[in-house]
C-alpha cells in the first residue's frame, strides 16, 4: 500500500504553467504505475496521464497531449504533472493514483490507492 499527497495546484491566468507533485509514502513504490485524473466540478473524473513503473512509458488524454508531461523519480518516491498553456478547461480537482502491476491504465476503477487531490483554477 502507498499513500499519496498532492500539492502544487493553484490559481493560474490561461497560458500559464503549475507543476503538480505526488509524494507517496510506504514500500515499493517503484512497483506502481502512476496515474493523474481530474474532476471538474459538476462532471466525472476524467483521465489524465499515466506514467509505467519505470517512467519508461507514458500516456496522454487527447486534450492535454503536448501541453501536459509526467514524470516519476522513484529514488525520491514521488511522481509530477507538468502543466503548461494551460486552459480554463483543465480546470479541475487533480488526484494522483497508483496502481500496482506497473502498467499504465486510463481506467479510474483500475488504480488501487488515491490522494485527496489539488485544486487546479485557470482563468480565462
Given at each position: 500500500?502507498?499513500?499519496?499527497?498532492?500539492?502544487g495546484g493553484g490559481l493560474v491566468?490561461?497560458?500559464?504553467?503549475?507543476?503538480?507533485?505526488?509524494?507517496a509514502s510506504g514500500r515499493?513504490?517503484?512497483t506502481y504505475a502512476m496515474g493523474w485524473f481530474r474532476q471538474a466540478l459538476g462532471k466525472e473524473r476524467e483521465f489524465v496521464a499515466a506514467i509505467n513503473w519505470s517512467g519508461g512509458l507514458t500516456d496522454y488524454a487527447d486534450s492535454v497531449k503536448g501541453r501536459f508531461t509526467?514524470?516519476?523519480d522513484n529514488a525520491k518516491n514521488a511522481a509530477y504533472l507538468q502543466m503548461n498553456s494551460l486552459k480554463p478547461e483543465d480546470t479541475g480537482v487533480y488526484h494522483c493514483a497508483a496502481r500496482r502491476g506497473?502498467?499504465?491504465?486510463?481506467q479510474a476503477s483500475d488504480y488501487?490507492?488515491?490522494?485527496?487531490?489539488t485544486q487546479v483554477t485557470v482563468s480565462s
Amino acid at each position: 500500500q502507498v499513500q499519496l499527497v498532492e500539492s502544487g495546484g493553484g490559481l493560474v491566468q490561461a497560458g500559464g504553467s503549475l507543476r503538480l507533485s505526488c509524494a507517496a509514502s510506504g514500500r515499493s513504490f517503484s512497483t506502481y504505475a502512476m496515474g493523474w485524473f481530474r474532476q471538474a466540478l459538476g462532471k466525472e473524473r476524467e483521465f489524465v496521464a499515466a506514467i509505467n513503473w519505470s517512467g519508461g512509458l507514458t500516456d496522454y488524454a487527447d486534450s492535454v497531449k503536448g501541453r501536459f508531461t509526467i514524470s516519476r523519480d522513484n529514488a525520491k518516491n514521488a511522481a509530477y504533472l507538468q502543466m503548461n498553456s494551460l486552459k480554463p478547461e483543465d480546470t479541475g480537482v487533480y488526484h494522483c493514483a497508483a496502481r500496482r502491476g506497473g502498467t499504465p491504465r486510463r481506467q479510474a476503477s483500475d488504480y488501487h490507492n488515491w490522494g485527496q487531490g489539488t485544486q487546479v483554477t485557470v482563468s480565462s
